[in-house]
């Protein structure tokens, strides 16, 4: 669930389609997605056998350690574009603000996050052109918790 004033539209990242657009400022640190009505995570193994894969690939994100959603049906969160520089901040099924936000700023996360252990992306970083492949659990989380931390003064 996303907690701003937001509105969905054509992203200014070169070939990612829609973005989300946040209506108002948003203070670092501060709650931007909240997880809602998850009703299955799968296992990695799951998700490649489910009978579209090529879909199913396309919509998950990793929760937790070998844990998967897939989300099929899009909803708006789906549309927060990747970013190696991201103003946003993945922990956990969260998204914080990861500096201070402007209205009208495009909210981007870093997909290596949301990607399983070296699961590589089917499209490279629009401004450096690099690979986007995800991070071990551990590194992940070691990252995530850190600047969490350092974004809350604990």
């Given amino acids: 669930m996303l907690l701003p004033r937001y509105s969905v539209a054509p992203s200014r990242i070169p070939g990612a389609g829609q973005g989300i657009f ?6 670092a640190g501060r709650i931007i997605v909240a997880p809602e009505g998850i009703p299955q995570v799968y296992r990695w193994d799951e998700v490649l056998a489910m009978p579209d894969q090529t879909s199913a690939l396309a919509a998950s994100v990793r929760w ?8 099929l049906e899009w909803p708006d969160e789906c549309y927060i574009n990747h970013s190696f520089q991201p103003n946003g901040l993945w922990h956990l099924g969260f998204v914080f603000a990861a500096r201070d936000i402007e209205a009208d700023d495009e909210l981007t996360v870093d997909y290596r996050h949301l990607l399983g252990e070296g699961q590589r992306e089917e499209f490279n970083d629009a401004v450096s052109g690099e690979s986007i492949i995800g991070w071990s659990w551990e590194e992940s989380l070691r990252r995530s918790t850190a600047e969490l931390a350092s974004l809350t003064g604990v």
């Fill in 64 to 71: 937790f350690e070998d844990r998967f959603t897939v989300t």
């Fill in 22 to 27: 946040l209506r108002e400022p948003i203070a």
